[in-house]
């Protein structure tokens, strides 16, 4: 069995790998893709000492790190279920085998959740984004919107606001859900519009997007908007629908973590995308795994098992 068993090969994954490994115990990372969402990331200006980087060669990066200690790496596998069982902590994998673990640290990270309407998949980097920090300049004096009034919506057209024609903001309810600040600031724009009760039913377009349909809640009428861009701002989903009803989570599934990053349950940790942490990104999920692996390493020296 491991001392340490890490589920998910990120830079939350990667780093507590690191960390355990560092501690001389027997650690193990279990991923279904090495690097994570950095693989789908091209340039990287905010990987601080770096002053630019890409997700590829950051991938490498923590491979070749990772490569450098006595850490197992399990790459292209998939955790299905994970168990206490006595002193030791049971992960199945998709290929039915099971590895025991005396720790286990969840990396699995996090996905953006899709709209699920016709055109989305079809269009996806031809017109349809999902991150505005990555694509906004392709967009550059052109007509976008964005779909999700929340805070990361209204975040996303404050910053497109800036570099594109225009946007507009399609959101859902009969209110937009984010803090009044990012109102304020919204109000001040003048190339911003924000429709509310605007169910989106599909992306147009033919070679790449040319426009959206939506229909208005409140009226029941079918509505088209010719534009060149769709922002999906409707939220990160961690990937934790595997765990079952093992271990707390918040309602939005994500797992709960105190500051040592310990869960409910315990010898089992959590770090990064995964955790209900209050910000995402690639330096706050390397320190929260670092913290997960002192973390596990710390229960590990106090219930030491013969
Ligand atoms: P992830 O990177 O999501 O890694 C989780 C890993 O776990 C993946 O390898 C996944 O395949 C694996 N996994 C999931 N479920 C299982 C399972 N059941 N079994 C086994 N393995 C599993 N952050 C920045 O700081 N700067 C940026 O410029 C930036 N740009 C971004 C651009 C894009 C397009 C995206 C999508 C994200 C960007 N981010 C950026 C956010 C950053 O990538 C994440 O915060 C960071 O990758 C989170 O790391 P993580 O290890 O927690 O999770």
Redesign the pocket.
Known sequence: PFDVLV???????ASAAIYAARKGIRTGI?????????L??NI????ISVKETDGLRLAGNLNEHVDGYNVEVMNQ???TKIEKKNDYIEVELENGAVLKSRAAIL????R?RNLGVPGEAEFKTKGVA??P??DAPLFEGKDVAVIGGGNSGIEAAIDLAGVVKHVTVLEFSSELKADSVLLDALDNLPNVTVIKNAQTTEITGDEKVNGINYKDRESGKDHHIELDGVFVQIGLVP?TE?LGETIERTKTGEIIVDKKGATSVPGIYA????TDSAY????I?MGSGATAALGAFDYLIRNSVS
């Open positions: 589920v998910g090969g990120g830079p939350a994954g279990l991923t279904d893709r090495f690097g994570g969402q950095i789908d990331t990287i200006e905010n990987f596998q998939r955790a990396a699995t990270g996090a953006w999902y991150c920090h990555c990937n595997w770090a990064g995308d995964c995402k990104q690639i330096v999920s």
